[in-house]
Protein backbone atom coordinates (compact mmCIF):
# COMPACT_ATOMS: atom_id res chain seq x y z
CA UNK A 1 0.00 0.00 0.00
CA UNK A 2 2.71 2.56 0.48
CA UNK A 3 4.56 2.12 -2.44
CA UNK A 4 0.88 3.53 -4.47
CA UNK A 5 0.83 5.65 -2.07
CA UNK A 6 4.19 7.41 -2.26
CA UNK A 7 3.71 7.61 -6.12
CA UNK A 8 0.56 10.02 -5.68
CA UNK A 9 2.36 12.25 -3.75
CA UNK A 10 3.22 14.82 -6.17
CA UNK A 11 7.30 14.73 -4.81
CA UNK A 12 8.88 18.09 -3.61
CA UNK A 13 11.43 19.68 -5.94
CA UNK A 14 14.53 20.12 -3.27
CA UNK A 15 16.54 22.30 -5.77
CA UNK A 16 14.20 24.34 -8.77
CA UNK A 17 16.60 27.01 -10.61
CA UNK A 18 14.73 28.91 -13.04
CA UNK A 19 16.72 30.95 -15.96
CA UNK A 20 20.02 31.49 -14.12
CA UNK A 21 22.25 33.71 -15.45
CA UNK A 22 25.68 34.81 -14.53
CA UNK A 23 27.51 37.53 -16.09
CA UNK A 24 30.88 38.17 -13.88
CA UNK A 25 32.54 42.14 -13.78
CA UNK A 26 34.43 42.06 -16.98
CA UNK A 27 31.60 40.26 -18.95
CA UNK A 28 32.09 36.37 -18.47
CA UNK A 29 29.22 34.85 -19.02
CA UNK A 30 29.44 31.96 -16.90
CA UNK A 31 25.70 30.84 -17.14
CA UNK A 32 23.34 31.07 -20.28
CA UNK A 33 19.74 31.24 -18.10
CA UNK A 34 20.39 27.47 -16.96
CA UNK A 35 17.07 25.73 -16.10
CA UNK A 36 17.52 22.73 -13.23
CA UNK A 37 15.52 20.96 -10.70
CA UNK A 38 16.23 18.09 -8.27
CA UNK A 39 13.39 15.83 -6.66
CA UNK A 40 13.67 15.34 -2.78
CA UNK A 41 15.93 12.48 -2.33
CA UNK A 42 17.46 12.44 -5.15
CA UNK A 43 21.31 11.50 -5.66
CA UNK A 44 22.28 13.78 -8.36
CA UNK A 45 25.38 14.63 -10.55
CA UNK A 46 26.21 17.80 -11.95
CA UNK A 47 28.99 17.19 -14.14
CA UNK A 48 30.86 19.11 -17.08
CA UNK A 49 34.39 20.07 -18.07
CA UNK A 50 36.51 22.73 -16.03
CA UNK A 51 35.01 26.00 -16.65
CA UNK A 52 31.72 24.97 -17.35
CA UNK A 53 29.99 26.58 -14.81
CA UNK A 54 29.26 23.92 -12.08
CA UNK A 55 30.86 25.74 -9.26
CA UNK A 56 29.40 29.29 -10.40
CA UNK A 57 25.90 27.37 -10.04
CA UNK A 58 26.53 26.17 -6.67
CA UNK A 59 28.30 29.20 -5.65
CA UNK A 60 24.90 30.53 -6.43
CA UNK A 61 23.46 28.00 -4.28
CA UNK A 62 25.04 28.65 -1.36
CA UNK A 63 24.78 32.31 -1.71
CA UNK A 64 28.93 33.01 -2.19
CA UNK A 65 28.33 34.76 -5.86
CA UNK A 66 25.68 36.67 -6.33
CA UNK A 67 23.60 35.99 -9.19
CA UNK A 68 22.78 38.09 -12.30
CA UNK A 69 19.35 36.85 -12.94
CA UNK A 70 16.92 34.30 -12.13
CA UNK A 71 15.45 32.54 -9.71
CA UNK A 72 16.46 29.62 -7.04
CA UNK A 73 14.04 27.72 -5.06
CA UNK A 74 15.34 25.20 -2.41
CA UNK A 75 12.15 22.91 -1.09
CA UNK A 76 9.97 25.75 -2.28
CA UNK A 77 11.62 28.53 -0.57
CA UNK A 78 13.04 31.12 -2.93
CA UNK A 79 16.46 31.94 -2.25
CA UNK A 80 16.07 35.88 -2.07
CA UNK A 81 12.88 36.29 -0.95
CA UNK A 82 13.16 33.71 2.37
CA UNK A 83 16.91 33.32 2.53
CA UNK A 84 17.15 32.50 5.79
CA UNK A 85 14.63 29.55 5.68
CA UNK A 86 16.35 28.18 2.14
CA UNK A 87 19.68 28.59 3.39
CA UNK A 88 18.88 26.26 6.59
CA UNK A 89 18.24 23.43 4.18
CA UNK A 90 21.38 23.60 2.69
CA UNK A 91 24.79 21.74 3.57
CA UNK A 92 27.69 22.37 1.58
CA UNK A 93 31.46 21.03 1.10
CA UNK A 94 33.24 23.19 -1.09
CA UNK A 95 35.98 22.13 -3.58
CA UNK A 96 39.06 23.75 -1.24
CA UNK A 97 39.53 23.98 1.97
CA UNK A 98 37.73 26.87 3.74
CA UNK A 99 38.48 26.41 7.29
CA UNK A 100 40.29 28.58 10.02
CA UNK A 101 43.51 25.50 9.94
CA UNK A 102 44.36 27.02 13.69
CA UNK A 103 40.56 26.26 15.24
CA UNK A 104 40.21 22.77 16.80
CA UNK A 105 38.60 20.57 14.99
CA UNK A 106 35.52 20.40 17.16
CA UNK A 107 35.29 24.08 17.38
CA UNK A 108 34.89 23.91 13.42
CA UNK A 109 31.79 22.22 13.89
CA UNK A 110 30.28 23.63 16.62
CA UNK A 111 30.74 27.25 15.38
CA UNK A 112 29.12 26.30 12.44
CA UNK A 113 26.29 24.79 14.13
CA UNK A 114 25.85 27.99 16.07
CA UNK A 115 26.02 30.32 12.95
CA UNK A 116 22.35 28.04 11.96
CA UNK A 117 21.63 28.81 15.71
CA UNK A 118 21.89 25.50 17.04
CA UNK A 119 22.83 25.87 20.78
CA UNK A 120 25.60 24.59 21.75
CA UNK A 121 24.35 21.67 24.13
CA UNK A 122 22.45 19.94 20.76
CA UNK A 123 25.62 21.23 18.52
CA UNK A 124 28.17 19.20 20.71
CA UNK A 125 25.81 16.32 20.54
CA UNK A 126 25.58 16.35 16.74
CA UNK A 127 29.22 17.31 16.34
CA UNK A 128 30.37 13.61 18.60
CA UNK A 129 28.23 11.76 15.94
CA UNK A 130 29.18 13.22 12.76
CA UNK A 131 33.08 13.45 13.78
CA UNK A 132 32.84 9.79 15.04
CA UNK A 133 30.86 8.74 12.33
CA UNK A 134 33.57 9.86 9.72
CA UNK A 135 36.57 8.63 12.01
CA UNK A 136 37.55 12.49 13.54
CA UNK A 137 36.37 11.83 17.03
CA UNK A 138 39.61 10.88 18.09
CA UNK A 139 41.00 14.36 16.19
CA UNK A 140 39.01 16.65 17.69
CA UNK A 141 41.21 18.79 20.01
CA UNK A 142 43.68 18.94 17.42
CA UNK A 143 44.11 22.00 15.18
CA UNK A 144 42.75 21.89 11.76
CA UNK A 145 46.48 22.06 10.27
CA UNK A 146 47.65 19.30 11.47
CA UNK A 147 44.85 16.63 9.71
CA UNK A 148 45.90 14.95 6.62
CA UNK A 149 44.15 15.97 3.21
CA UNK A 150 41.69 13.37 3.43
CA UNK A 151 41.02 14.40 7.49
CA UNK A 152 40.39 17.56 6.34
CA UNK A 153 37.71 16.32 3.32
CA UNK A 154 35.75 14.35 6.11
CA UNK A 155 36.01 17.58 8.28
CA UNK A 156 33.95 19.43 6.16
CA UNK A 157 31.59 16.93 5.38
CA UNK A 158 31.18 16.88 9.14
CA UNK A 159 30.61 20.49 9.21
CA UNK A 160 28.37 20.55 6.33
CA UNK A 161 26.13 18.17 7.79
CA UNK A 162 26.20 19.94 11.71
CA UNK A 163 22.82 21.37 11.37
CA UNK A 164 21.37 18.16 9.65
CA UNK A 165 20.15 19.74 6.80
CA UNK A 166 18.09 18.20 3.78
CA UNK A 167 20.25 18.81 0.76
CA UNK A 168 23.74 18.08 1.00
CA UNK A 169 25.83 19.80 -2.00
CA UNK A 170 29.25 18.47 -2.54
CA UNK A 171 31.52 20.37 -5.37
CA UNK A 172 34.04 17.74 -6.39
CA UNK A 173 34.29 15.84 -2.96
CA UNK A 174 36.91 13.02 -3.70
CA UNK A 175 38.76 15.06 -6.50
CA UNK A 176 42.66 14.25 -5.24
CA UNK A 177 41.38 11.67 -2.30
CA UNK A 178 42.62 7.92 -2.62
CA UNK A 179 40.74 4.97 -3.79
CA UNK A 180 40.09 4.02 -0.01
CA UNK A 181 38.14 6.83 1.24
CA UNK A 182 36.75 7.58 -2.42
CA UNK A 183 35.20 4.04 -1.53
CA UNK A 184 34.60 4.97 1.97
CA UNK A 185 33.01 8.66 1.12
CA UNK A 186 30.41 6.83 -1.36
CA UNK A 187 29.54 4.37 1.40
CA UNK A 188 28.92 7.28 3.71
CA UNK A 189 26.99 9.76 1.28
CA UNK A 190 24.85 6.91 -0.18
CA UNK A 191 23.82 6.05 4.16
CA UNK A 192 23.00 9.55 4.53
CA UNK A 193 20.91 9.63 0.90
CA UNK A 194 19.00 6.34 2.04
CA UNK A 195 18.43 8.20 5.72
CA UNK A 196 16.32 10.79 3.31
CA UNK A 197 19.40 13.87 2.33
CA UNK A 198 18.86 14.76 -1.40
CA UNK A 199 22.46 15.02 -2.46
CA UNK A 200 23.52 17.11 -5.12
CA UNK A 201 27.68 16.65 -6.21
CA UNK A 202 29.81 17.74 -9.11
CA UNK A 203 32.42 15.39 -10.08
CA UNK A 204 35.59 14.56 -12.37
CA UNK A 205 34.95 10.93 -12.27
CA UNK A 206 31.94 9.53 -14.26
CA UNK A 207 32.38 6.20 -12.37
CA UNK A 208 31.31 8.18 -9.39
CA UNK A 209 28.31 9.65 -11.21
CA UNK A 210 27.96 6.10 -12.51
CA UNK A 211 27.85 4.54 -9.37
CA UNK A 212 26.09 7.28 -7.28
CA UNK A 213 23.79 9.17 -8.88
CA UNK A 214 20.21 8.71 -10.13
CA UNK A 215 19.55 12.23 -11.53
CA UNK A 216 22.17 13.90 -13.77
CA UNK A 217 22.61 17.54 -15.13
CA UNK A 218 25.29 18.26 -17.35
CA UNK A 219 26.75 21.61 -18.06
CA UNK A 220 28.92 22.83 -20.71
CA UNK A 221 29.62 26.49 -21.66
CA UNK A 222 26.96 27.85 -19.04
CA UNK A 223 24.42 25.87 -21.06
CA UNK A 224 22.88 22.25 -19.58
CA UNK A 225 23.04 19.97 -22.43
CA UNK A 226 21.29 17.01 -20.73
CA UNK A 227 19.29 16.92 -17.97
CA UNK A 228 17.78 13.57 -16.94
CA UNK A 229 18.19 10.17 -15.35
CA UNK A 230 21.74 7.90 -15.58
CA UNK A 231 19.82 4.90 -16.52
CA UNK A 232 18.23 6.91 -19.98
CA UNK A 233 21.42 8.90 -19.93
CA UNK A 234 23.25 5.44 -20.83
CA UNK A 235 20.74 4.33 -22.61
CA UNK A 236 21.39 6.63 -25.19
CA UNK A 237 24.57 4.60 -25.86
CA UNK A 238 23.57 2.67 -29.16
CA UNK A 239 27.52 1.03 -29.18
CA UNK A 240 30.10 -0.38 -27.47
CA UNK A 241 33.58 -0.99 -27.85
CA UNK A 242 36.01 -3.28 -25.98
CA UNK A 243 39.64 -4.30 -26.32
CA UNK A 244 41.00 -7.91 -26.86
CA UNK A 245 44.15 -8.82 -25.60
CA UNK A 246 45.28 -11.34 -28.15
CA UNK A 247 47.33 -14.52 -27.69
CA UNK A 248 49.51 -14.15 -30.80
CA UNK A 249 50.57 -11.23 -32.34
CA UNK A 250 49.04 -9.92 -35.66
CA UNK A 251 49.90 -7.90 -38.79
CA UNK A 252 46.81 -6.07 -39.18
CA UNK A 253 43.25 -5.77 -38.20
CA UNK A 254 41.27 -8.71 -39.10
CA UNK A 255 37.56 -8.54 -41.17
CA UNK A 256 34.87 -9.24 -39.20
CA UNK A 257 31.34 -9.32 -40.58
CA UNK A 258 29.18 -6.50 -39.03
CA UNK A 259 31.81 -5.09 -36.56
CA UNK A 260 34.63 -2.19 -36.62
CA UNK A 261 38.11 -3.42 -35.71
CA UNK A 262 41.11 -1.31 -34.90
CA UNK A 263 44.55 -2.94 -34.04
CA UNK A 264 46.22 -0.83 -31.68
CA UNK A 265 49.18 -2.67 -31.07
CA UNK A 266 49.92 -6.30 -32.47
CA UNK A 267 48.62 -7.75 -29.38
CA UNK A 268 45.83 -5.34 -28.65
CA UNK A 269 42.67 -5.58 -31.22
CA UNK A 270 39.87 -2.59 -30.66
CA UNK A 271 36.13 -3.84 -31.33
CA UNK A 272 33.06 -1.40 -31.83
CA UNK A 273 29.80 -2.98 -32.89
CA UNK A 274 26.20 -1.51 -32.43
CA UNK A 275 24.16 -2.68 -29.63
CA UNK A 276 22.14 -5.67 -31.60
CA UNK A 277 25.12 -7.36 -32.27
CA UNK A 278 25.81 -9.59 -29.13
CA UNK A 279 29.13 -10.70 -28.09
CA UNK A 280 28.75 -14.27 -29.34
CA UNK A 281 28.93 -13.02 -32.51
CA UNK A 282 31.86 -11.63 -32.15
CA UNK A 283 33.67 -14.38 -30.82
CA UNK A 284 32.21 -16.57 -33.69
CA UNK A 285 33.88 -14.37 -36.04
CA UNK A 286 37.11 -14.42 -34.38
CA UNK A 287 36.89 -18.65 -33.87
CA UNK A 288 36.51 -18.50 -37.48
CA UNK A 289 39.58 -16.81 -38.20
CA UNK A 290 41.20 -18.70 -36.12
CA UNK A 291 42.74 -15.46 -33.44
CA UNK A 292 42.69 -16.51 -29.82
CA UNK A 293 41.69 -14.34 -27.13
CA UNK A 294 43.40 -14.04 -23.47
CA UNK A 295 41.06 -11.22 -22.02
CA UNK A 296 39.16 -8.34 -23.03
CA UNK A 297 37.87 -5.71 -21.08
CA UNK A 298 35.75 -2.37 -22.25
CA UNK A 299 37.21 0.83 -23.89
CA UNK A 300 36.74 3.39 -21.93
CA UNK A 301 33.63 4.11 -18.61
CA UNK A 302 30.52 4.45 -20.85
CA UNK A 303 29.31 7.65 -19.05
CA UNK A 304 32.72 8.69 -20.18
CA UNK A 305 32.28 8.40 -23.96
CA UNK A 306 29.03 9.91 -23.73
CA UNK A 307 30.04 13.11 -22.04
CA UNK A 308 32.44 13.21 -24.37
CA UNK A 309 30.10 13.10 -27.15
CA UNK A 310 27.55 15.21 -26.24
CA UNK A 311 30.03 18.12 -25.12
CA UNK A 312 31.80 18.18 -27.91
CA UNK A 313 28.33 18.36 -29.73
CA UNK A 314 27.44 21.17 -27.64
CA UNK B 1 10.78 34.71 16.84
CA UNK B 2 12.83 31.55 15.20
CA UNK B 3 14.39 34.37 13.46
CA UNK B 4 15.49 35.98 16.82
CA UNK B 5 16.65 32.68 18.24
CA UNK B 6 18.55 31.98 15.37
CA UNK B 7 21.16 35.05 15.39
CA UNK B 8 21.11 35.32 19.12
CA UNK B 9 22.50 31.63 18.98
CA UNK B 10 24.88 32.87 15.64
CA UNK B 11 25.72 36.17 17.31
CA UNK B 12 26.74 34.42 21.08
CA UNK B 13 28.81 32.03 18.73
CA UNK B 14 30.53 34.66 17.05
CA UNK B 15 31.26 36.62 19.76
CA UNK B 16 32.44 33.86 21.58
CA UNK B 17 34.71 32.62 18.82
CA UNK B 18 36.24 36.20 18.32
CA UNK B 19 37.16 36.74 21.89
CA UNK B 20 38.74 32.93 22.00
CA UNK B 21 40.73 34.23 19.34
CA UNK B 22 42.36 36.76 20.73
CA UNK B 23 42.70 34.70 23.75
CA UNK B 24 44.00 32.27 22.07
CA UNK B 25 47.03 34.56 20.47
CA UNK B 26 47.32 36.78 23.71
CA UNK B 27 51.10 36.94 23.37
CA UNK B 28 50.17 38.91 19.91
CA UNK B 29 47.19 40.49 20.90
CA UNK B 30 47.29 41.27 24.59
CA UNK B 31 50.77 41.08 25.79
CA UNK B 32 52.65 44.01 23.37
CA UNK B 33 50.20 47.13 24.14
CA UNK B 34 50.67 46.50 28.16
CA UNK B 35 54.82 46.41 26.96
CA UNK B 36 54.91 49.34 25.05
CA UNK B 37 52.72 51.38 27.16
CA UNK B 38 54.92 50.48 30.15
CA UNK B 39 57.85 51.77 28.11
CA UNK B 40 56.28 55.22 27.32
CA UNK B 41 54.58 55.48 31.10
CA UNK B 42 58.54 54.69 32.02
CA UNK B 43 60.41 56.74 29.47
CA UNK B 44 57.94 59.76 28.36
CA UNK B 45 55.73 59.82 32.15
CA UNK B 46 58.95 58.58 34.49
CA UNK B 47 62.14 59.88 33.55
CA UNK B 48 61.24 62.67 31.28
CA UNK B 49 58.00 63.25 32.37
CA UNK B 50 59.82 64.63 35.21
CA UNK B 51 61.58 66.99 33.52
CA UNK B 52 58.51 68.77 31.42
CA UNK B 53 56.90 69.13 34.97
CA UNK B 54 52.92 69.81 34.32
CA UNK B 55 50.72 70.61 31.48
CA UNK B 56 47.60 71.89 31.90
CA UNK B 57 48.20 71.60 35.55
CA UNK B 58 48.60 68.34 35.69
CA UNK B 59 51.50 65.82 36.33
CA UNK B 60 52.72 65.40 32.77
CA UNK B 61 52.37 61.31 33.37
CA UNK B 62 48.94 62.42 34.59
CA UNK B 63 47.95 64.05 31.58
CA UNK B 64 49.14 61.62 28.50
CA UNK B 65 47.88 58.60 30.75
CA UNK B 66 44.10 59.00 29.60
CA UNK B 67 46.13 59.79 25.58
CA UNK B 68 48.10 56.06 26.19
CA UNK B 69 45.32 54.04 27.69
CA UNK B 70 42.99 55.60 24.61
CA UNK B 71 45.57 54.30 22.35
CA UNK B 72 45.73 51.46 23.20
CA UNK B 73 42.28 51.22 22.97
CA UNK B 74 42.44 52.25 19.02
CA UNK B 75 44.76 50.11 18.13
CA UNK B 76 43.96 47.28 19.41
CA UNK B 77 40.05 47.27 18.75
CA UNK B 78 41.04 48.29 14.89
CA UNK B 79 43.55 45.46 14.71
CA UNK B 80 41.09 42.60 16.14
CA UNK B 81 38.39 43.40 13.43
CA UNK B 82 40.84 43.58 10.97
CA UNK B 83 43.12 40.67 11.46
CA UNK B 84 39.77 38.74 12.04
CA UNK B 85 37.96 39.66 9.07
CA UNK B 86 40.78 39.59 6.70
CA UNK B 87 41.75 36.03 8.10
CA UNK B 88 38.29 34.98 7.30
CA UNK B 89 38.40 35.82 3.92
CA UNK B 90 42.18 34.95 3.32
CA UNK B 91 41.91 31.28 4.95
CA UNK B 92 37.82 31.81 3.10
CA UNK B 93 36.42 30.64 6.51
CA UNK B 94 34.34 33.39 5.94
CA UNK B 95 32.35 30.89 3.81
CA UNK B 96 30.80 29.77 7.03
CA UNK B 97 29.39 32.21 7.77
CA UNK B 98 28.18 33.55 4.27
CA UNK B 99 26.44 30.08 3.52
CA UNK B 100 24.61 30.28 6.94
CA UNK B 101 21.25 32.21 7.62
CA UNK B 102 22.92 34.44 9.55
CA UNK B 103 22.08 37.75 8.95
CA UNK B 104 24.63 40.49 8.18
CA UNK B 105 23.65 42.91 10.86
CA UNK B 106 24.20 39.55 13.38
CA UNK B 107 27.85 38.60 11.74
CA UNK B 108 28.35 42.85 11.75
CA UNK B 109 27.44 43.24 15.64
CA UNK B 110 29.29 39.41 16.24
CA UNK B 111 32.76 41.35 14.72
CA UNK B 112 32.33 44.65 16.25
CA UNK B 113 31.69 42.78 19.94
CA UNK B 114 34.85 40.91 19.32
CA UNK B 115 36.65 44.62 18.72
CA UNK B 116 35.09 45.62 21.83
CA UNK B 117 36.11 42.98 24.02
CA UNK B 118 39.63 43.45 22.76
CA UNK B 119 39.63 47.04 23.00
CA UNK B 120 37.90 47.11 26.64
CA UNK B 121 40.48 43.97 27.69
CA UNK B 122 43.42 45.55 26.54
CA UNK B 123 42.33 49.05 28.13
CA UNK B 124 41.65 47.45 31.53
CA UNK B 125 45.44 45.80 31.38
CA UNK B 126 47.05 48.97 30.08
CA UNK B 127 45.10 50.76 33.19
CA UNK B 128 46.51 48.17 35.47
CA UNK B 129 50.15 48.83 34.36
CA UNK B 130 49.97 52.57 34.66
CA UNK B 131 49.08 52.01 38.05
CA UNK B 132 52.45 51.23 38.74
CA UNK B 133 53.65 54.50 37.53
CA UNK B 134 51.15 57.00 38.41
CA UNK B 135 47.73 57.19 40.68
CA UNK B 136 44.68 57.14 38.32
CA UNK B 137 41.87 59.09 39.35
CA UNK B 138 38.71 59.05 37.52
CA UNK B 139 36.44 62.49 37.69
CA UNK B 140 33.25 61.23 35.38
CA UNK B 141 32.70 57.46 35.27
CA UNK B 142 30.17 57.79 33.35
CA UNK B 143 31.65 59.98 30.48
CA UNK B 144 34.76 58.02 30.40
CA UNK B 145 33.09 54.08 30.16
CA UNK B 146 30.76 55.94 27.38
CA UNK B 147 33.90 56.99 25.52
CA UNK B 148 35.62 54.07 25.99
CA UNK B 149 33.00 52.06 24.36
CA UNK B 150 32.07 54.74 21.55
CA UNK B 151 35.92 54.91 20.28
CA UNK B 152 35.74 50.79 20.26
CA UNK B 153 32.82 50.79 18.18
CA UNK B 154 34.30 53.32 16.01
CA UNK B 155 37.49 51.98 15.26
CA UNK B 156 36.25 48.25 15.03
CA UNK B 157 34.02 49.57 12.68
CA UNK B 158 36.87 51.42 10.88
CA UNK B 159 39.04 48.16 10.99
CA UNK B 160 36.25 45.95 9.00
CA UNK B 161 35.81 48.62 6.24
CA UNK B 162 40.08 48.19 6.05
CA UNK B 163 39.57 44.47 5.73
CA UNK B 164 36.63 44.32 3.28
CA UNK B 165 38.61 46.37 0.78
CA UNK B 166 42.09 44.60 1.60
CA UNK B 167 43.42 42.04 -0.69
CA UNK B 168 46.56 41.93 0.89
CA UNK B 169 48.44 41.39 4.27
CA UNK B 170 50.39 44.62 3.33
CA UNK B 171 46.56 46.33 3.03
CA UNK B 172 45.87 45.84 6.43
CA UNK B 173 48.79 47.07 8.03
CA UNK B 174 49.35 50.41 5.30
CA UNK B 175 46.18 51.97 7.39
CA UNK B 176 47.30 51.33 10.64
CA UNK B 177 50.91 52.65 9.90
CA UNK B 178 50.50 55.62 7.64
CA UNK B 179 47.16 56.95 8.95
CA UNK B 180 46.11 55.70 12.51
CA UNK B 181 49.92 56.19 14.47
CA UNK B 182 50.08 59.74 12.88
CA UNK B 183 46.40 60.69 13.80
CA UNK B 184 46.74 59.33 17.50
CA UNK B 185 50.47 60.80 17.81
CA UNK B 186 49.06 64.25 16.75
CA UNK B 187 45.81 63.81 18.14
CA UNK B 188 46.79 65.22 21.82
CA UNK B 189 47.77 62.18 23.41
CA UNK B 190 50.84 63.75 24.55
CA UNK B 191 50.50 67.30 24.82
CA UNK B 192 47.87 69.97 24.94
CA UNK B 193 46.47 71.83 22.07
CA UNK B 194 47.46 76.10 23.64
CA UNK B 195 51.04 74.36 22.55
CA UNK B 196 50.14 74.95 18.84
CA UNK B 197 49.93 77.28 16.56
CA UNK B 198 46.99 78.91 15.74
CA UNK B 199 46.51 77.01 11.86
CA UNK B 200 47.99 73.64 13.29
CA UNK B 201 45.35 73.62 16.18
CA UNK B 202 42.62 74.41 13.42
CA UNK B 203 43.98 71.43 11.30
CA UNK B 204 44.44 69.03 14.93
CA UNK B 205 40.43 70.04 14.92
CA UNK B 206 40.30 67.86 11.63
CA UNK B 207 41.66 64.78 13.41
CA UNK B 208 38.71 62.39 15.10
CA UNK B 209 40.96 60.92 17.30
CA UNK B 210 41.47 64.32 19.05
CA UNK B 211 38.03 64.29 20.23
CA UNK B 212 38.10 60.83 21.22
CA UNK B 213 41.63 61.80 23.52
CA UNK B 214 39.91 64.65 24.61
CA UNK B 215 36.78 63.09 25.59
CA UNK B 216 38.17 60.72 27.32
CA UNK B 217 40.38 63.03 29.23
CA UNK B 218 37.42 64.80 30.43
CA UNK B 219 36.49 61.85 32.02
CA UNK B 220 39.20 61.14 33.52
CA UNK B 221 40.85 64.00 35.02
CA UNK B 222 38.13 66.52 34.32
CA UNK B 223 39.81 68.45 31.88
CA UNK B 224 39.59 69.33 28.15
CA UNK B 225 40.36 70.99 25.19
CA UNK B 226 36.97 71.05 24.00
CA UNK B 227 33.70 71.08 25.00
CA UNK B 228 32.79 67.55 25.74
CA UNK B 229 29.21 67.50 24.20
CA UNK B 230 31.14 68.27 20.70
CA UNK B 231 33.30 65.75 21.59
CA UNK B 232 30.80 62.79 21.82
CA UNK B 233 28.71 64.72 19.12
CA UNK B 234 31.44 64.06 16.37
CA UNK B 235 32.50 60.97 17.96
CA UNK B 236 28.51 59.62 17.39
CA UNK B 237 28.46 61.21 14.01
CA UNK B 238 31.80 58.85 13.01
CA UNK B 239 30.21 55.96 14.00
CA UNK B 240 27.09 56.64 11.94
CA UNK B 241 28.29 56.88 8.92
CA UNK B 242 31.07 54.11 9.24
CA UNK B 243 28.00 51.77 10.28
CA UNK B 244 26.05 52.96 7.40
CA UNK B 245 29.41 52.20 4.76
CA UNK B 246 29.66 48.54 6.69
CA UNK B 247 26.04 47.98 5.99
CA UNK B 248 26.32 49.13 2.56
CA UNK B 249 29.58 46.92 1.94
CA UNK B 250 28.02 43.83 3.32
CA UNK B 251 25.01 43.84 1.74
CA UNK B 252 26.53 44.16 -1.83
CA UNK B 253 29.07 41.39 -0.87
CA UNK B 254 32.37 43.91 -1.36
CA UNK B 255 35.10 41.79 -0.80
CA UNK B 256 33.17 38.15 0.01
CA UNK B 257 31.62 37.46 -2.89
CA UNK B 258 31.94 37.22 -6.61
Redesign the interface.
Known amino acids: MTKPLKLAVDRMKALDIKNLQKT??GGVVALKGIDLSVEEGDFFALLGPNGAGKTTTI?II?????KTSGSVSVFGHDLEVE???A??F?G?V?Q???????ERVI??II??A???????KRAADNAERYLTQLGLWDKRNQQAIELSGGMKRRLMIA?SLVHEPKMLILDEPTAGVDIELRRSMWKFLKDINHQGVTIILTTHYLEEAESLCRGIAIIDKGSIIAHTTVKQLLARLNSESFIFDLKHPLTKAPHLVGVNTLLLDELSLEISFPKSVNLNHIFEELSKQNIEVNSMRNKTNRLEELFIRLVNHA | M??F??????L???VR?EC?RFM?IWTQTLLPSMISMALYFLIFGNLMGNRIGTMDGFHYIEYIAPGLIMMSIITNSYANVVSSFF??KF???I?????????IYTLLWGLLLGGLARGITVGLLVTLVSLFFTRLTITHMDITILVVLLTSLLFSLGGLINAIFAKSFDDINIVPTFVLTPLTYLGGVFYSLDLLPKFWQWVTHLNPIFYMVNAFRYGMLGQSDLDIHTALGVILGFIVVLYLICIWLLKK?TGI??
Open positions: YQGTSLVNSEIKTIVPEFNFNIFDINQGYYGIPRR | RNNLNLVGYTLRMRFAQRNEEMIVSPLSGKT
